[in-house]
């Protein structure tokens, strides 16, 4: 069977390709850790306070373990957080974004628009298998 999509880009490929674009300042305060975070499913750069209480608490916490102020080897700690659960997680701090294994390239440019504006283009490609 054949299905045709109108405005779909579609290839026989196993490769990988993602690109993220975001300002200069965006991307500076994700890398600070101030309040920003990548959004994995949407391939974007979000600010923590446009999401569910829950998944600020959760990102929260998340940052407390990279700081190395929650201990996450304590007991019960794995009835919270699974300990796959960062490297699965939908939401990603810089260092954990940074630092989660992959197969994949990464790549990183900034750009300055005809305009003034300052740009970061950010992603990833390859095989991921």
Same mark, same amino acid.
């Given at each position: 069977?054949?299905?045709? +999509?109108?405005? $779909?880009? &579609?290839?026989?490929? =196993?490769?990988?390709? =993602?690109?993220?674009?975001?300002?200069?300042? &965006?991307?500076?305060?994700?890398?600070?850790?101030?309040?920003? $975070?990548?959004? +994995?499913?949407? %391939?974007?750069?979000? %600010?923590? =306070?446009?999401?569910?209480?829950?998944?600020? %608490?959760?990102?929260?916490?998340?940052?407390?373990?990279?700081?190395? $102020?929650?201990?996450?080897?304590?007991?019960?700690?794995?009835?919270?957080?699974?300990?796959?659960?960062? &490297?699965?997680? +939908? /939401?990603?701090?810089?260092?954990? /974004?940074?630092? +989660? &294994?992959? =197969?994949?390239?990464?790549?990183?440019?900034?750009?300055?628009?005809?305009?003034?504006?300052?740009?970061? $283009?950010?992603?990833?490609?390859?095989?991921? /298998?």
């Amino acid at each position: 069977m054949i299905q045709i +999509r109108s405005n $779909v880009f &579609e290839t026989n490929s =196993s490769s990988t390709h =993602s690109i993220t674009i975001c300002t200069e300042d &965006e991307f500076k305060n994700w890398k600070k850790n101030k309040e920003i $975070v990548f959004d +994995r499913d949407d %391939n974007k750069i979000v %600010n923590i =306070s446009t999401l569910s209480q829950k998944i600020q %608490n959760t990102i929260k916490d998340r940052k407390k373990i990279d700081k190395g $102020v929650i201990d996450d080897s304590e007991e019960g700690f794995d009835d919270k957080y699974d300990g796959d659960e960062i &490297e699965d997680a +939908r /939401y990603l701090t810089y260092k954990q /974004y940074s630092e +989660r &294994e992959t =197969s994949l390239e990464s790549f990183e440019e900034r750009y300055t628009s005809p305009s003034g504006d300052k740009i970061v $283009v950010f992603g990833e490609y390859g095989n991921d /298998y």
